[in-house]
């Protein structure tokens, strides 16, 4: 106590500043569920390390302030648990900060207020404390200094043992997986190169083609819509059994298929939008730099090909595959907020287009992001009170609402495409699958928004239906009967989306796979697998799912 006491303020910053460093280890040795020793190395090995950093000079407060990556790395990861009450910062959870428009982000941080309050009560005093120290010049004893960083190197080396031990007993020990905050900035490594990849994609998939050509007649006059939604959960979609009448619409149309069993490979839009929009799936997701989209098989098969998107831009996988269209709209271009609804104006218009005998059309949403209520207007407020845009659990009942009256809103604008299409005498189909679910307190746990490290049920659960036109019915009998014989099989959109349009569609090329398409009668259900941050493919029950989530899944016989 006497050796405390005679502390200076600089030396007391030496020895608060670490241990604010390692909140982050202490709580996910507990949410992580670590072994000893590997708990016991995530918090000796950087607690002796940021001793040995603080050491390196007796300017305390340059120390401090150099460390200043770590305090980000560890607000951020505060956060992140807050959040989703486990895991470490994942490489998807930095291409989202990449990939997510700003508003959304400021959505998304108004409802973050105690958590991001939380650590900038934790780190702002040090960062002040730091400059003021340095500005003043208070400095550390050179007697303190040195025992300093021999306690800091007694913690290292204590480190450096539990982590062979850990290493030779461990199973499944990782450095890059295990050490905090060694796996974050391994992910973020990861994440810079695979944002790079992405900007050289115009130049690695140059060189791609599908070999595509048609089967149909020349004559026929097609059209073939495919929808892909935004965070949209089959839990709260009547087609699918919900108990709320939130598909009107829709529950009254013929030569509609719903599809109940459809889980997604991945609970990321950057990800599982691709394996929508393409023949890669989580098996083969590394290779998405040397190939093209659904949109460029069409488009070798003499179609017209359009991409009319209600998103932002912002140089993701998405917006090359994108700019492979003949037509491309991006609605927010005019720099304004606008309903997805709005989109099927510009489909009417290309139907219109007498001109274009074959035609395929790709609608990217912005669906049932959160803030729900900005996502419809005041025509389809169906449940009430649905205002609240504070997202916590006390609320549910009016988030659930908001969420409920999106899909309303959804129902609304795809029966106008079906309309669209059937007065206009067209051949074809409209396609919709959402891109993952999302997470609303909907138990014990508190989980809210998606693209969590690890997934639940409801972020995996997602809606996805297909309609045949009558002209289409009538020209390729078959196809609807076995979509209805497919209906109660499992699916995965981001296998079977792809292979049942072209199927679909009657366009044929050397990697078609009949049996992943929907409209086949020699579908075949796919492994339920699920891709990892890592663009690992993982079996889905042996990711971490909750048994919570396990049992949720298996009541819906989907596993």
Known sequence: MKLFKSFAQAEWLAVIFPLLLLIPNVVLNHTENLPFLSAATNLFLPLGFYGLILSLTRRIGLSVLCCLPFMIFSAFQIVLLYLYGES???????????????????????????????????????IVWAIVDLCRRRNLSDRFQKAYRKVSAALFIVGVVLLLLSVAFVGRFSVDKDIFPVNVIHNLVTAISRAADAADYPVTSAGFTFGSRPTHPDA????????????????????????????????????????????????????????????????????????????????????HTVFLSNQRRNGSYIDYFGLEADSVVFLKDDGREHFDGELVSIVDRCLADTSKRKQFIVLH???????????????????????????????????????????????????????????????????????????????????FLHASPVPTASQLHVPALVWLSSAYTDRHPGKLENLIGNRECYVSPSVSLFHTIVDLAGIDFSRRDSTLSLASGSYSEPAKCYLTDRNEKVVLEHFGLKPLDIETLKKKHIL
């Open 220 to 303: 026929e006059r097609e059209v073939y819509l495919l929808v892909v939604g935004e965070t949209s959960r089959a839990d709260n979609w009547q087609l699918l059994g919900y108990d709320r009448e939130t598909n009107p619409r829709l529950s009254a149309m013929e030569r509609l298929v719903a599809f109940p069993k459809a889980l997604t490979q991945s609970n990321t839009t950057h990800k599982s939008v691709p394996m929508m929009l393409s023949d890669l799936t989580a098996a083969d997701f590394d290779s998405i730099n040397s190939r093209k989209s659904v949109i460029s098989a069409f488009k070798e098969a003499g179609f």
């Open 365 to 447: 949403t912005y669906g049932s992001h959160f803030n729900y209520r900005d996502r419809y207007d005041d025509r389809f407020s169906h449940f009430l009170p649905d205002r609240t845009v504070d997202a916590n659990s006390s609320h549910r009942a009016e988030l659930i609402n908001a969420f409920d009256n999106t899909v309303r809103y959804i129902d609304s604008y795809l029966a106008d495409l079906m309309v669209a299409v059937e007065s206009g005498r067209w051949s074809g189909a409209v396609v919709y699958a959402s891109d993952h679910g999302e997470d609303i307190f909907d138990d014990e746990r508190n989980r």
């Open 88 to 126: 470490i910062i994942a490489v998807d959870m930095f291409l989202n900060v990449a990939t997510t428009n700003p508003r959304e982000v400021s959505e998304l941080l108004g409802n973050l207020l105690v958590a991001i309050g939380t650590v900038v009560a934790l780190y702002l005093p040090m």
